[in-house]
């Protein structure tokens, strides 16, 4: 059962005999999600509309989790990032992709279960952890698939059939690209693992981030929607093409795009963590 330490409830393990997580006031929270976000909008990360996005999931996080949970969030940032940055660009063969400054649809695909599950921090701080970090370590599974996959020398394959596809087709994984996945999921739960106390926390939460992202690849190649640009004899993501002209969908729900999917996996993943929750409490 969990124990009741400084006043808030906490499952599993303890390191140090210990487990804490010290609360930030609703104007810290501003102070600091804006200091980040302005730096990220600078250095050309987010875009204006994604910075503000960024800057509400921030205030969110850190005011219903703490420093913990903010802990957690600047681990999916950061180390997302960076394995982005060293990737380079990312070729998407079947897909017309926005640009490399994610704006706030992008934001709240990603980070929009973990602001929501901080919600319930005030009530159960516990719950709020597990929530947040098994979210994000799914939003930060995709992102290093994604960019330790185009690395590949292998093309990629279907999850569901095995069949080989071209490299960026949607639904297509490598080994790579899971062994990717498997390290940005164990960066973000190994530091909600550390800065709450709960060394459990780590490997439910790498796994739920794996499971993530598999869900997110499924999602990805068999719901989301795929467009052409007859115009200019191009596949896209939107129903219209960057050219200003109207695509024609060939597969997939038409309203669906990438953006949706990505938000699907990681509440389902914040799902997975709410049963693992309940199920270790």
Known sequence: MPREVAGEDFG?????????????????AALASAGVAGIAWRTGTLTASGAVAAWTVGVLVL?????????VL??????????SRAAGRVVR????????RRDHWQVYANGG????????????????????TASLAAAAADTWATSTGTRSRVPPRLLWSGRTVAAGT???VTLAGSVGAVAGAAIVA??????TGLPFLFPVATLIGFAGMLADSLLGGVLQGRFHCSRCDQPSEWRVHRCGSTTV??????????DGVNFLATALAAGAGLAAWRLLD
């Open 113 to 132: 279960p973990a602001a929501v599950a901080a919600l319930a921090g005030p009530s159960n701080t516990s719950l709020a952890i597990w929530l947040v």
């Open 190 to 195: 190994g530091t909600g693992a550390i800065s």
């Open 249 to 258: 969908r060939r597969a997939g729900l038409g309203w669906l795009n990438n």
């Open 170 to 172: 949607n639904g297509g």
């Open 12 to 28: 599993g393990a303890e390191v140090g005999g210990e487990a804490r997580l010290n609360s930030v006031t609703l104007p810290v």
């Open 74 to 83: 600047a681990a999916f940032f950061i180390s997302s990032n960076l394995i």
């Open 63 to 71: 005011h219903g989790t703490g420093w913990a949970g903010g802990a």
């Open 93 to 100: 063969s079947d897909l017309d992709p926005k640009g490399e």
